[in-house]
């Protein structure tokens, strides 16, 4: 699903609240509706359009009750900056996430190789006598757990905080492409051209668009700027491409 219909869909706050319910545990529609206030009947068509953005799956009980669930491991970002607006979307797979985990048990520093069938270091075992495998205790498997959900919460903070940074570092950055871009530009409307290049490489259809002006206005002032050595375009699926110049490179 596309980022944008997917918050066209969470705008609901009511929504909102079935995935927070859901999000702890499977519930039934005559549960949703009570611990939110709200009619079946609305419930029912909330639930609805959750299941067909694929948020949401259901599931019916030995006593044919219907129970919904999450059904997806996703990431909705939205970034909004005085310079940019981004909406991303990252489906995350369960069963990427259980083969990850696998792997890196079995890669797990500590643990002894294993060499024709035996365990090097461990004594032998007696003829006839076939060695069975100690269960690890409960509470032990339980604290690792624990331990490593820690380290899970911590990594997010400091991945908050490096995004953070990140976003102070762009503004700031901007802030100076900008002045720089002031300095060089004839007119406003190359201040405009060079500000949408620096964002990203575009056609001129979308600089016609974004600007609202006839692409003559548009080709001529690309022109100019490209004779001056500020940007230059690439051919790609017969469509031409601007962008602002790297260092080094040559115009086409």
């Keep these: 699903m596309e980022p944008a219909k997917l918050l066209d869909i969470l705008g609901n706050e009511n929504r909102r609240k079935i995935i927070q319910l859901l999000a702890n545990r499977p519930c039934y529609v005559s549960e949703i509706s009570g611990r939110l206030g709200v009619g079946p009947k609305a419930i029912i068509n909330h639930l609805s359009l959750l299941e067909q953005a694929g948020l949401i799956e259901c599931s019916v009980d030995d006593q044919r009750r219907k129970y919904f669930n999450i059904a997806n491991n996703m990431r909705l970002e939205v970034s909004v900056s005085p310079y940019a607006y981004t909406v991303s979307l990252q489906d995350i797979s369960f069963e990427m996430e259980r083969r990850g985990g696998i792997q890196e048990k079995k890669g797990s520093a500590g643990e002894a190789p294993e060499t024709n069938g035996e365990i090097q270091g461990a004594a032998p075992v007696a003829a006839g006598k076939k060695e069975v495998p100690s269960r690890p205790d409960p509470s032990t498997v339980l604290l690792k757990l624990i331990g490593r959900l820690r380290e899970l919460k911590q990594r997010r903070v400091e991945l908050a905080r490096m995004q953070q940074q990140l976003q102070a570092d762009y503004t700031e950055l901007m802030d100076n492409c ?16 060079l500000f949408e290049l620096l964002k990203d490489e575009t056609t001129v259809a979308a600089l016609c668009y974004n600007l609202r002006l006839h692409p ?26 601007w962008k602002i110049c790297e260092m080094g490179e040559e115009n086409v």
Aim: aromatic content about 8%.
């Design 178 to 193: 900008l002045d720089s871009i002031e300095g060089v530009a004839k007119n406003p409307l190359e201040c405009e051209i």
């Design 216 to 241: 003559s206005i548009i080709n001529a002032n690309l022109i100019d700027l490209a004779e001056r050595g500020f940007i230059q375009y690439a051919i790609r699926n017969n469509q031409q491409y």
